[in-house]
Structures are given as C-alpha cells and as structure tokens.
Nanobody, 123 residues
C-alpha cells in the first residue's frame, strides 16, 4: 500500500505560479511511479504529468507542457508539480497518483490516490 498526501493548492491569478507537493509513505518510494491528474467541475479526470522511479523519465500532457514541471526527491519521499504561467483553465482539483509499473496517461492504471488539493486560477 502507498499513502499519498497532497499539499500546496490555493488561489492564484492568471500568470502566477504555484507548487504542489505529494508526500508518499507505506512502500519504498523508489518503487513507485508517481503522477498528477486533475479534475475540473463537470469534467472527467485528466492526466497532467508523471515521473518515473529515478526521476529521469517524465511525460506531460500537451496542455501543460512548457508551463508545468514534475520532479521528485527520493530522499524526502515527495514529488512536486511546479506550475508556472497559470491559466483559468488550470482550475481543478489536483490529485497525486501512483503505481508500481510504468508511466501511464490513463487514470485506471494507477492504484494509489491522494485526497486531492484545489487549485483555483482567476483571470
């Protein structure tokens, strides 16, 4: 089992930056592939980014490429999502997710989920 706890959400204005964190526990951190998904009201959960075990592999959704950066600190059992140049369409609940296999864009391939953190971007 892996427990995931997100933090760092909040209210921002368009063009601002926010950094989300996701702390993991319960299983050797290096064995878990971790990613971020988001869900806006009335919409399906969508993939944002994911990072491999060592941090050397990252995959981003086209909608955030060049603006968001995912990273991991294996010493702190934490991953981060640095979000720059925020847009109102980035408003959503952001979820941290994990699996022990590989980077996937499909939420169904992730076994472990955090409770989510709200990000609201005003224009």
């Amino acid at each position: 089992q892996v427990q995931l706890v997100e933090s760092g959400g909040g209210l921002a204005q368009a063009g601002d930056s926010l950094r989300l964190s996701c702390a993991a526990s319960g299983r050797p951190f290096r064995s878990v592939v971790l990613g971020w998904f988001r869900q806006a009201p009335g919409k399906e959960r969508e993939y944002v980014a994911a990072i491999g075990w060592s941090g050397g592999s990252t995959v981003y959704a086209d909608s955030v490429k060049g603006r968001f950066t995912i990273s991991r600190d294996n010493a702190k059992n934490t991953i981060y999502l640095q979000m720059n140049s925020l847009k109102p369409e980035d408003t959503a609940v952001y979820y941290c997710a994990g699996n022990t296999r590989a980077i996937f864009r499909e939420s169904s391939m992730y076994n472990y989920w955090g409770q989510g953190t709200q990000v609201t971007v005003s224009s």
